[in-house]
């Protein structure tokens, strides 16, 4: 359950962003040769576009006003026909230890996505990391039930500028304010997202090529320069897509929402397993793992009662062994908020991954975070529109 209060709404109405932004180009849906080739049927020189880039992902502006090395009739062009990343922040809310921030976004046409700061303290060798988990759709198409997001069907694709505006929302807000592990002296400051997640709503995969043109923007090196390997993209299981993604130079990191360890199971909560099996799925992986030499996550929701016991994580070992050491686990606990599903206690856990463990299965337990806050994805927007729609019946005073 909510604990704290939403906070930040930025009041301005949705009508207006619509009105300002309907004729103009999305600077963050473009590539750096898209940039220059929009500047050059302007009249201007391409070279503006770097300097344009490094404004937008460098110093994470805003306001055309302030490129002071951008000629003033330039600046003014961009002023009438192109704007950065037409989102609105409906709402805000951040857990009490201020690790987890989710943010409700209300795009150019009214449509509604959530997005999520999650930050972690040093590690053991690792340092501090600034992770976002960033929306792909408006919606999903792929009804999960153990999902928000799955049970308010589809709305659109995001775009690249979508997609990319996300993450830029987050990377302005750590420039401005750093965190720092409260409690843990000498650890470092972080001003800078370090890792996204492509794990928020909807299937990323669904929306590849929009997908694929926001991890480039983002990985440019004239522009945010986040490196692939800090860039993870988590799919249902759609087998082309996956054959697809494992033919791109960008190096990112796949992880497969799996969640149970047969089809019968698997199909009972997740409608795409009728289309692609078990059987197809980890073939694809096998593809995914040959052509690539990377590993492969598998995302499994424990669900008390369901999918967490020691004979379900046997399944799951036989079915992920001829993966060898390609293959990892995420044991993920259920968010509590969900109406329909527990998460198992410590002990299910504990007796889950040392199933895992004896069989050879690489595993890691993610830790509960951002509860206070429904971090799970669709429960802000599900509730921003509850609350929308109370107001609206609500008689007028
Ligand atoms: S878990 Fe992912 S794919 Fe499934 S309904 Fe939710 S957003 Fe869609």
Redesign the pocket.
Known sequence: MLSVPDRACYNVGAMTIHQETKHKVDLLSLTLPEMEGWLRERGEEPYRARQLYSWLYRQLATDFATMSNLPRGLRQKLEEEACIGPVVVRSEQHSKDDRTRKILLELADGKLIEAVLMLYPPLGESSARATVCVSSQAG?A???TF?A??QMGFDRHLSAGEIVAQVLHFARELRADPWRAAGLPGSKTIDHITNIVLMG???PLHNYDNLLKALRILNSAEGFQLGARHMTVST?GLVPAIRRLSQEPLQVNLAI?LHAPSDELRGQT?PINRKYPLKELLAACQDYITATGRQVTFEYVLLAGVNDTPAHAQQLAELLTPLKQFAHVNCIPVNATGADYRPPGPDAIRAFRSVLFERGVSNSVRAERGDDIAAA?GQLRTRFEERRKQKALAPQG
Do not use: A, K, P, Q
Request: hydrophobic share 30%.
């Open positions: 999903c792929f009804g999960c999902c997001t799955g709503m909807g299937e249902v929402s997740m994805c």
